[in-house]
């Protein structure tokens, strides 16, 4: 018999054995059916409803821990003890005394049970109780209070031979811990768990009061206003280091609804959401009209059903209606009508009681005053079938007065009875004034879909720029820094729970990235993984790998027999925690969630992630050597977690020049770094030292593109590759590459020529000049030239720069010297030609000038490197635009801003924009001018550059000027002319004195004629 037959013949639906393997249904998609796809294979619905009941169970049975599996995992730890036991032992026969203790134990061991707790260990009169353990649940931390709230209540009415009534403390924490070690042998073996965490609960044990329940600050977070609680105040406690506040449980509150009671601090305005808040206002409008409608909303955890929910009833406060409000709970699935009762117990303020038959007769005694016949019913069949209709009947009778928003949450959890029960008020709702909402996680196949007046809503994750709104409400004015804001975008995937727990992680944190799941979601992700029993374990191999990785690599590191594997990633794709993308053999497959991922590689303890990471650059090298060539930096990052340092540091700094020669700018300056943290800590060598130097020279070249050529960080890392290679030659080592000084002369000079300083530009450039002429080869010679012919142009000797720049196009051989684009900022040759350009120009060489500006931009297109692109685009557009050729210039100027954004150099996409800002002042757009340019100034000189401020200043004094600003534009070409004398920058000399001339004719002269001559000025050609 197969597996599955097996299993519907432990069903007694043997039956249909036979069509499950015609169409070849095996347990891997077993928890994929849906209730149509029992329909189509002809079953029928009573059978349906247990057959997907009995599939959810199959997907929900926990797991016994794994024999060594010991893990990193948050707790909530319930520590009890007896009050005043050694007065009991003294006073006591020993056996009397193990009658006390035997009562006290199974009281314990009972009210654990019922919330879902493990007792872990009994020490005499002392209990230490985990949630979390071996399988997490949503709410944990509300479970442990309730069960100690419960065992306080239960003890004292134990009867025992101690005569006077047991007492009994508790404490409460909630933290991080290594738990699953084994401990002991044989009988007394037990799972350890090792933190401050039980510490902490016994210690608050110890200063509740006799039957009371203390809790920590850890747990405290956790469960919003659900309880009453009374702080205690900050408390000292023994072994631990400072004052820790603590509250007294005073008892449950009876809340309307959970999700307010959870968020009592208040809500965020809702962000998105717009068309289906719109649908729900429709439906309530056509159910006030007595058209009932019903509503099914579903979406996965955290999505905001709940919350959509709270903005209709806020939307409808002002209107007269009823609300009927009921909440499912993962922990009564079996509890027949739990969400009816516990909604007629709050509209009756009634107490809650614990036992399934005592409320089920009390409802019965509730529903008896206005429907007697129920326990005149004779079977238990016939009474639930009154039971039912006596409660269809109530909404049918609430629903006349007045209309009736009808709120059923989480009917994934709901029991048989109540999802009866609902099926009948929808068949009756069509003819009254109701409208109910179901809300449901995906989980759960709606029976309801398709009907007239039923509605179906899903909610979609939230798109990135909701999820930024969220950010920047809950940040309340507070700007994160924008890498940490985008790093909370792209983990929450859109799910508003987890952008709003990760950024209030981060505001607590005071704006620091997030390194680990938030303590808030730690629950109810890690519930979603030990509900897979083995394939957790799988999950936690794929976490390791990645958000994505190859079912042959995952085949390869996991070490399992094939047929397994298979079976825990079905079932990792059933539950809807991974995505298979293309099928086997060749799948890959996506975490469904990033925060997924990070919790399932959370609980891994460090060696067993160490152990996994060196599993996978095994499995990289012997078998996917093309991907450790071609994605260095992915097999770079498990080198690292596997403390695999050399190998580490050598596929860092592969990754970052082949980023840089891919001009993946960012990207090439992060793994460098990496590269160099990881070389610090190697010991030293000749060769090290060699490669540290190249990696730091790699790094302060990236740096001058992502920081800026003047900005401290590109300083600091040409400074440090400056001592590197002086400490190498203090040690007698000779640098292998023979341009090694070189690249740190050119790193000052590029400092010198941004942040502008002529004068030291020059010498720079002398002193490199003068090393090349005393070495005599070609490439420093033409790097010299290069050197000396830009700072000759920029400090306005147009005439020896451009002598000197055509010496080094002549020296420069494509085949030979591409390459030194990488390592000095851009082409050598495309450098010379673009600056060429404008001195032949400024000399009034027109048509060099245009040779030069064609070579310039068609050589680096040529290339394909993005600096060298944005270098051409830039200077070349200079020259146009001073060579009034606007219309040649703008797209250029575009192509650079764009390129520049893309590539996220805020330095060349300054520079764009100050040549946009000049093209409007140009065009007589002065308003328009004087706001770009002075922003683009601002952004230029937030990387340290200061270079072209004559320039800049001057043009936007001119339109300031056109503006009739005259103080403003004194003042900026005031700045300009000081800018120039201080710095030397002179290239543009000549205009700006003449655009300080035209200042005061302009202000010289009269409004009236200000216009005329602006007029004027547009119809002339340039
Ligand atoms: N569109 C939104 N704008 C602002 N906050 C939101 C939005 N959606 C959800 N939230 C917030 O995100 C959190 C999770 O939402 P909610 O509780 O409504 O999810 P849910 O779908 O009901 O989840 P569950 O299935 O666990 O009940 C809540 O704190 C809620 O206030
Ligand atoms: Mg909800």
Not at 564 to 587: E, I, K, T
Request: charged share 25%; aromatic share 6%; with cysteine.
């Amino acid at each position: 018999m197969s597996q599955v037959a097996q299993w519907l013949d432990g069903l007694g639906m043997s039956e249909y054995a036979a069509r499950f393997a015609e169409n070849r249904i095996d347990f891997s998609v077993l928890s994929e059916l849906t209730d149509q796809d029992l329909k189509d294979l002809g079953i029928v619905l009573g059978d349906r409803r247990k057959l997907l009941r009995a599939i959810r169970e199959l997907d929900a049975e926990p797991s016994a821990p794994p024999a060594d599996a010991a893990e990193r995992r948050q707790l909530t730890l319930m520590f009890c003890d007896l009050v005043g036991s050694t007065t009991l032992s003294a006073s006591l026969d020993p056996e009397d005394l193990r009658a006390v203790l035997s009562a006290y134990h199974r009281c314990c061991a009972q009210t654990v049970e019922r919330h879902g707790g493990f007792v872990a260990k009994y020490m005499g009169d002392g209990v230490l109780v985990y949630f979390g353990y071996p399988q997490a649940r949503e709410h944990d931390a509300e479970h442990a209070v309730e069960a100690g709230l419960d065992f306080v209540e239960a003890v004292p009415k134990l009867a025992t031979p101690a005569g006077a009534p047991l007492q009994v403390r508790v404490g409460i924490a909630t933290g991080m811990v290594v738990v699953g070690d084994l401990v002991g042998s044989g009988e007394a073996q037990e799972r350890g768990v090792v933190g401050e965490t039980p510490n902490l609960a016994a210690r608050l044990q110890g200063i509740a009061e006799p039957n009371a329940v203390v809790i920590a600050a850890g747990t405290r977070r956790l469960l919003g206003d659900l309880f009453e609680l009374q702080h205690l105040g900050p408390q000292d406690l023994k072994g631990i280091p400072g004052p820790v506040p603590a509250w007294a449980v005073l008892g449950a509150r009876k809340v309307e609804s959970r999700f307010e009671a959870l968020h009592a601090g208040g809500l965020i305005p809702l962000a998105g959401r717009a068309a289906e808040a719109e649908t729900l206002a429709r439906c309530w409008a056509k159910a006030e009209g007595g058209e009932g409608q019903a509503v099914l909303l579903s979406g996965e955890a955290g999505v905001g059903k709940s919350r959509l929910i709270a903005d209709l009833i806020e939307r409808l406060a002002s209107q007269p209606h009823r609300r009927l409000r009921y909440y499912c709970s993962p922990q009564r699935t079996a509890s027949a009508f739990h969400p009816i009762i516990s909604q007629l117990e709050r509209a009756m303020g009634s107490a809650q009681t614990d036992s399934a038959a005592d409320r089920l007769d009390k409802l019965d005694a509730m529903l008896a005053q206005t429907s007697p016949f129920i326990t005149a019913a004779q079977t238990p069949a016939q009474r639930r079938q009154r039971t039912l209709d006596a409660l269809v009947d109530r909404v049918d009778k609430l629903a006349r007065p007045e209309p009736v928003l009808l709120v059923f949450e989480d009917a994934h959890w709901a029991d048989p009875s109540s999802l009866e029960w609902l099926g009948r008020v929808l068949e009756r709702a069509a003819h009254l004034r109701l409208l109910v909402v179901v809300t449901f996680r995906a989980e759960f196949a709606s029976p309801w879909s398709g009907r007239p007046g039923v509605t179906t809503l899903a909610l979609d994750r939230l798109s990135k720029r909701d999820a930024g709104a969220m950010i920047d409400r809950l940040a309340e004015g507070r700007v994160l820094p924008p890498k940490v804001r985008n790093d909370i975008i792209d983990r929450a995937d859109g799910i508003p729970l987890f952008v709003q727990e990760m950024t209030r992680a981060v505001l607590e944190a005071d704006g620091s990235a997030l390194d680990a799941v938030p303590a808030t979601l730690q629950a109810s992700l890690l519930s979603r993984l030990d509900r897979l029993g083995d394939a957790k374990e799988v999950a936690q191999l794929g976490a390791a790998i990645g958000r994505e990785f190859s079912h042959d690599l995952l085949a390869c590191v996991a070490a399992k027999p094939i047929a397994q594997l298979d079976r825990s990633l079905d079932r990792l794709v059933a539950a809807g925690l991974l995505f298979r993308q293309h099928p086997r053999p060749h799948a890959t497959y996506l975490f469904n969630h990033a925060l997924v991922q990070d919790a399932a590689y959370g609980t891994l303890l460090r060696e067993a992630r160490r152990t996994i990471h060196a599993r996978i650059v095994d499995a990289f090298e012997s078998r996917f050597a093309d991907i450790v060539s071609t994605q260095p930096e992915l097999v770079a990052r498990h080198c690292t977690e596997a403390g695999l340092i050399e190998k580490a540091a050598s596929l860092w700094g592969r990754a970052g020049r082949r980023s840089f020669a891919r001009s993946a700018l960012w990207e090439a300056a992060e793994q460098l770094s990496r590269a160099l943290a990881q070389v610090a800590s190697l010991p030293g060598s000749p060769t090290l030292r060699r490669e540290q130097i190249q990696l730091q020279l790699d790094l302060s070249n990236a740096l001058i593109h992502t920081k800026g050529h003047a900005s401290p960080e590109t300083k600091a890392s040409f400074d440090q590759a400056r001592s590197l290679i002086e400490q190498a030659a203090a040690l007698g080592e000779a640098p292998e590459d023979p341009l090694v000084a070189y690249s740190v002369l050119y790193g000052f000079w590029v400092a010198n020529r941004m942040a502008f300083n002529g004068p030291v530009a020059r010498e720079l450039a002398a002193q490199f000049q003068a090393l090349a002429q005393a070495e005599g080869a070609t490439v420093p010679l033409m790097l010299g030239h290069l050197l000396a012919g830009i700072s000759f142009v920029v400090t306005g000797d147009l005439a020896a720069g451009k002598s000197e720049l055509a010496q080094t196009i002549a020296l420069y051989d494509p085949v030979e010297h591409r390459v030194l684009a990488t390592r000095f900022g851009h082409d050598v040759r495309v450098s010379a030609l673009a600056w060429r350009a404008f001195a032949s120009w400024a000399l009034g060489d027109s048509e060099a000038s245009l040779a030069d500006r064609r070579s310039a931009v068609g050589g680096a297109r040529e290339i394909g490197h993005a600096a060298t692109l944005m270098f051409a685009l830039s200077h070349v557009s200079l020259t146009l635009l001073h060579a009034g050729r606007r219309g040649e210039a703008a797209p250029l100027i575009d192509e650079l801003i764009e390129l520049a954004d893309g590539k996220g150099t805020l330095y060349w996409k300054s520079y764009g924009l100050l040549l946009r800002g000049w093209l409007a002042a140009l065009k007589g757009e002065s308003v328009q001018a004087v706001e770009i340019i002075r922003s683009a100034m601002a952004d230029m000189r937030s990387t340290g550059a200061t270079g072209y401020a004559p320039w800049y200043l001057s043009i936007l004094a001119r339109a300031h000027a056109e503006l009739g600003q005259f103080d403003d534009a004194r003042r900026c070409i005031s700045e300009a002319l000081a800018a120039m004398a201080a710095t030397d920058e002179r290239w543009c000399e000549a205009d700006v004195h003449r655009r300080a001339g035209e200042i005061e004719r302009l202000a010289g002269w009269s409004a009236g004629l200000v216009a005329r001559h602006r007029d004027f000025d547009r119809s002339s050609p340039s």
